[in-house]
């Protein structure tokens, strides 16, 4: 038979964090000693404890065990708050299905609990402070706040939100202030400000103030006048000092910096390179090679000031150029390549130009010739230019001073291997040929470099 259940009393009040208890009084209307587990029931279970929790109990109206239940509900903000129904089961050890159930109700009272903090996230400036302030609720029952904020002496603005702040149970809720003052401060030292944020909560008399403190600066600083005052003197003296040292910077120590090619003009026969100007520069050096072509030419500017270059005679391809600054002595390293496509040059009816004497000493015109092995080109010579007619002879008598051997003069007009001059013009080539192999030919060109005004290595006839 089921087990007779009594409980002291049907409802207990208790604050959260505090405790209340009852008693449970059990009888075995059996006919035998019956072992009972007594166990709480519902959301109390877990804040709750039994005492004991196994009793024996003799058959017999007149013979019952008292069991002791203590209900501790935790501290707000994690207490429920209200009415809070718990039931009490008696349960048969030896049979499952023998047990009794007894209800009751735990009351546990709400509480009220608020911490208010005023935080600075920005209490200097200028302009306008930022400050927060952060709202934390600490008892059970959801609060509803409501936010001022004011300055005795009315020197500062406000812009306050939200000013009516919800701040549920256990969570923490912020606003956000901004002061500014009325009257900005162009120099000077800093000025505190001193004002109040006033905070009440509704349906009760609870109430506070926080004292916060805006520090107002100048717009302008000391510090700023100064800096600006010397970057302006800096300014000018750079700028006159690069006047009188005519553009060019001198450099103290190492090479000048590479040089950036701005642009490529592609003209039939030739490429007008611009380039960006260095101010470490005395000088530029220009260098020119052709996709799928062994060897490089290259040519030298002297101006300072001069940023671009007509680079003539260059073959139907694609050119490549990159252009290097030169401090006196000095020579920088090239900047970026960049290549452009040259379109074939013009070819106009032109009269046949009278010999000059490069040309004569080219040797017999209309004898065709090819360079043999691997040959240096040293220089190309328009022959209808007179006012540089011995220019390649000149070349070919430096190049043997300077120890070259086997320089030679001939035409373009009488070889495949050599290009002809813008409209068609002939030119007067120097060249050395015979070489047995391209590492030969390309020493042969680093060898003589200063002294030729360009320079390509190329694979002849067997």
Known sequence: MDPVLVLAQDTLATDPGGQVRTRVTVRNVGDIVAQYRVEVLGDAARWSTVVPQHVSVLPGESEEQTVEIVFRPPPAPAAPVGTIPFGVRCVSLENRDVAAVVEGDVVVSPVQGLDVRLRGDGPKGARAGRFRVELRNTGTTDLTVTLEVADAAELLRFVLAPQVVEVPAGRTVPAYLAVQARNPRLFGKPVPHAFTVTYRVSRSDRAGELAGTFEQRAVVRKLWVVLALLLVVAGVLGYLWLRGQGGAVALR????????VESLEAVPGGVRVVWLRSPY????????WAQGVTGTSSEGVDD?????FLWEGLTEAEHCFQVRAVADDVQGAFGEEQCVAVPPAEAT????????????????AGTPFEPQGWYVRWGNFPQDDTANAGAADALVAALQGAGALGVQLKSSADSAAFLEGPNGVPNTVVFTDGLPDEPTAKAQCETFRSVAAQCIWQQGAS
């Open 253 to 260: 120590a190492g090479t000048p910096p590479p040089v950036e």
């Open 281 to 288: 520069a005395t000088g530029y050096g220009i260098q020119e």
């Open 304 to 308: 300072p000031d001069q940023t671009s």
């Open 349 to 364: 009816p032109t009269a046949t130009p009278e010999p000059t004497p490069t040309s004569t000493a080219a040797g017999p």
